[in-house]
């Protein structure tokens, strides 16, 4: 089927077509039931049980395609779409894109790196040296407002890169950005670190943030169908909402109900039904799930007992 000429009518969603990003947000289209088949080597696939298209696209790309309102909603990196809005600033402020909601996955920071062994030790060190990134806006917006600070401007906090000459040099590197420093091409460099192997491996420290991200839903300002927008949003809000929380299910005496309650109050408020035994009362609520062994140990110290903690597949 030739997929581009049945893309009339129906929502496009751009996804990352590889990487980091990929294989979690594929989970949550599944979780969300967005059913497809993608043919081998096509970017597009169409979805069978919805009017959507997904459009496989480089996560660093999505944002210029949201942005534009070329596709309606995407699924990419924080630190992609601060870097489209760094580069589109002057033309488009906010860069087209609308932020719907935190995904919570792909957690990473976009960091100022050195030698370990060398002479920078703040970022401020390397005002008008080299340095190598895959996110030369953010860098140069980053180093711009370093310089202003340096130069004793009371406006640093709000320079860019649109507004000042930068001393720094920047170098855009595709990948691989940690050999830049080894291999002389840069002095620092500044890129992603998640659980810092790369960098320590490459014989690098970190001395600055300029962006912490996760992965996001973004929408284009101006969607086509903005009905079926919130119809994806809902459920990917439900998949999400699963995902954090678990249920927590109890027993306990309706004397000690109140202090129970106080441990596990739900998203609203906890479900109280009465057992079959006087005096008792089951109780089920939403807990986060990083917050549920002590919450455990908190139940079982008012006196919860038969605690059950179940996992949640979706909410609304
Ligand atoms: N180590 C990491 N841990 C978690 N998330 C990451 C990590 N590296 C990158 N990301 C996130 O995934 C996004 C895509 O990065 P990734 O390196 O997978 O891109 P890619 O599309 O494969 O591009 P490239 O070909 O340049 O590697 C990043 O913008 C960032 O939000
Ligand atoms: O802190 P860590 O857990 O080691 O992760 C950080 C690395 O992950 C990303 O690269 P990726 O492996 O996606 O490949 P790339 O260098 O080709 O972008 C990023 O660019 C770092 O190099």
Request: glycine share 8%; net charge negative.
């Amino acid at each position: 089927m030739d997929v581009v000429n049945h893309l009339e009518g129906r929502l496009l969603f751009a996804v990352p077509k590889k990487g980091r990003l990929n294989a979690a947000t594929l989970n949550l289209l599944e979780g969300a039931d967005i059913q497809f088949r993608r043919e081998n080597r096509l970017d597009i696939a169409l979805v069978k049980n919805l009017p959507i298209a997904l459009i496989f696209l480089p996560a660093a790309d999505i944002p210029t395609f949201v942005g534009q309102g070329r596709v309606d909603l995407g699924i990419t990196g924080w630190d992609q779409v601060q870097e489209h809005e760094a580069a589109v600033r002057a033309t488009t402020p906010g860069g087209g894109c609308d932020m719907v909601m935190d995904l919570g996955f792909g957690g990473c920071k976009l960091q100022v790196q050195v030698p370990e062994k060398g002479r920078f030790a703040a970022t401020r060190d390397l005002i008008g040296t080299t340095i190598g990134t895959s996110f030369v806006h953010l860098a140069a917006d980053h180093f711009a407002k370093l310089e202003a600070a340096a130069d004793g401007d009371p406006n640093a906090e709000s320079a860019t890169a649109n507004t000042r000459q930068l001393r720094t040099k920047l170098i855009e590197l595709s990948g691989s950005v940690e050999a830049a420093c080894a291999l002389g091409v840069a002095e620092g460099i500044v890129d992603l670190v998640e659980s810092g192997e790369t960098m320590r491996a490459a014989g690098l420290k970190a001395i600055d943030t300029v962006v912490e991200s996760t992965a996001v839903l973004i929408k284009s300002n101006k969607p086509s169908n903005p009905e079926m927008v919130e119809l994806i949003a809902s459920r990917i809000r439900g998949v999400i909402t699963a995902q954090r929380y678990v249920l927590c299910q109890y027993n306990i005496q309706r004397s000690s109900l109140s202090d129970a309650a106080k441990i596990t109050p739900g998203k609203r408020a906890p479900t109280v039904t009465s057992l079959d035994e006087d005096g008792w009362v089951a109780v089920s609520s939403m807990v986060e799930k990083k917050k549920i062994a002590l919450v455990m140990d908190d139940l079982a110290k008012v006196g919860a007992s038969d605690i059950l903690v179940l996992d949640l597949h979706n909410t609304r």
